[in-house]
């Protein structure tokens, strides 16, 4: 039987009752752009997530996992090898689904839609959430062609002027375009590592999404091709929600404003960045961020 109380997005009411952490927050208020409220739980997010566990057979891999990503901002995802980030990252696009024996319980909203509703198109739900990975991986096509095959796949350009335009957009907000611009046509994979990461969040952004999922996307990267990420992603959040896994913790320091710390398939302590970094609550997190583990 479907209740009131069963709606997830009334989960964060009844929290608001039972539990210190949420209150002095109106439900529904919209996120300060350049802060988070203290706790991190922020009502009215882009993203709500409520209770999650994952499974894989029967090794559960997280424990009621709770959080709120807040719309424009970068959440980042840290925590011990293992302590379950990835696993949490692929269940807010159901990226779970294509991994076999895995299992996902709770609620994932995005705009309020819930996103585990059997009527949810998982390949239109994959456009609004894209996904960046830790190896950068271009499809063996062109430059251009990487960047034009999502707008193909989900018609959205009308025709060869518009498909031209949103390709060069991207490559330009990627800081692509400049360096690549007369050889469009040579393979993607032709690039540096730092170029090709660049090109698969071309690829990603190609299709307008709303959040991008990003796991570890400096990890095979040099440092100055990090630092170039890393410049993107703060631009990019003016237009995108984004939501990094990262084990580099001066990387979450630099370019998230609210951090997630993971442990043992646990969420442990959620908070605006800079308050995590300089006054953690939890003693598992002071440990992890002053290197005692992990
Ligand atoms: N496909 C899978 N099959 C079985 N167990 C998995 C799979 N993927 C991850 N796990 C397990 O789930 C836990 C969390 O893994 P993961 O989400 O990859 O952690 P992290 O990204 O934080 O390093 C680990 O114990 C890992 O071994
Ligand atoms: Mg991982």
Same mark, same amino acid.
């Given at each position: 039987?479907?209740?009131?109380?069963?709606?997830?997005?009334?989960?964060?009411?009844?929290?608001?009752?039972?539990?210190?952490? #949420?209150?002095?927050?109106?439900?529904?208020?919209? !996120?300060?752009?350049?802060?988070? $409220?203290?706790?991190?739980?922020?009502?009215?997010?882009?993203?709500?997530?409520?209770?999650?566990?994952?499974?894989?057979?029967?090794?559960?891999?997280?424990?009621?996992? /709770?959080?709120?990503?807040?719309?424009?901002?970068?959440?980042?995802?840290?925590?011990?090898?293992?302590?379950?980030?990835?696993?949490?990252?692929?269940?807010?696009?159901?990226?779970?689904?294509?991994?076999?024996?895995?299992?996902? @319980?709770?609620?994932?909203?995005?705009?309020?839609?819930?996103?585990?509703?059997?009527?949810?198109?998982?390949?239109?739900?994959?456009?609004?959430?894209?996904?960046?990975?830790?190896?950068?991986?271009?499809?063996?096509?062109?430059? #251009?062609?990487?960047?034009?095959?999502? !707008?193909?796949?989900?018609?959205?350009?009308?025709?060869?002027?518009?498909?031209?335009?949103?390709?060069?957009?991207?490559?330009?907000?990627?800081?692509?375009?400049? @360096?690549?611009?007369?050889?469009?046509?040579?393979?993607?994979?032709?690039?540096?590592?730092?170029?090709?990461?660049?090109?698969?969040?071309?690829?990603?952004?190609?299709? /307008?999404? %709303?959040?991008?999922?990003?796991? @570890?996307?400096? /990890?095979?990267?040099?440092?100055?091709?990090?630092?170039?990420? %890393?410049?993107?992603?703060?631009?990019?959040? @003016?237009?995108?929600?984004?939501?990094?896994?990262?084990?580099?913790?001066?990387?979450?320091?630099?370019? /998230?404003?609210?951090?997630?710390?993971?442990?043992?398939?646990?969420?442990? %302590?959620?908070?605006?960045?800079?308050?995590?970094?300089?006054? $953690?609550?939890?003693?598992?997190?002071?440990? #992890?961020?002053?290197?005692?583990?992990?």
């Amino acid at each position: 039987m479907y209740t009131e109380l069963h709606d997830p997005r009334n989960f964060s009411l009844r929290r608001v009752a039972n539990s210190g952490v #949420y209150a002095g927050l109106k439900v529904g208020e919209r !996120p300060m752009r350049d802060s988070v $409220p203290a706790g991190g739980i922020c009502p009215g997010a882009k993203i709500i997530v409520r209770d999650i566990r994952v499974f894989y057979g029967n090794k559960q891999a997280l424990y009621d996992v /709770s959080l709120d990503v807040p719309e424009n901002r970068v959440t980042a995802l840290i925590g011990p090898s293992g302590c379950g980030k990835s696993t949490f990252l692929r269940s807010l696009n159901r990226m779970n689904d294509v991994v076999e024996g895995c299992r996902v @319980e709770g609620h994932v909203m995005i705009d309020g839609e819930d996103v585990y509703d059997r009527n949810v198109d998982v390949v239109k739900l994959r456009a609004r959430i894209g996904m960046v990975f830790q190896k950068p991986n271009p499809f063996p096509k062109s430059i #251009y062609d990487n960047v034009a095959y999502g !707008p193909r796949i989900h018609g959205i350009a009308n025709n060869r002027e518009h498909l031209d335009a949103i390709v060069r957009d991207c490559l330009t907000r990627v800081g692509l375009f400049e @360096e690549i611009q007369d050889r469009l046509h040579d393979p993607g994979t032709s690039l540096s590592g730092g170029q090709q990461q660049r090109l698969c969040i071309a690829r990603a952004i190609a299709v /307008s999404p %709303e959040v991008i999922l990003m796991d @570890e996307p400096c /990890s095979a990267l040099d440092p100055i091709a990090t630092a170039r990420i %890393e410049e993107l992603i703060d631009q990019l959040r @003016e237009k995108f929600t984004i939501v990094i896994v990262t084990h580099n913790l001066q990387q979450a320091a630099r370019v /998230s404003q609210l951090t997630a710390f993971f442990h043992l398939g646990r969420l442990v %302590e959620l908070d605006d960045t800079e308050r995590m970094f300089t006054n $953690p609550r939890e003693t598992r997190t002071a440990d #992890y961020i002053t290197g005692r583990y992990g």
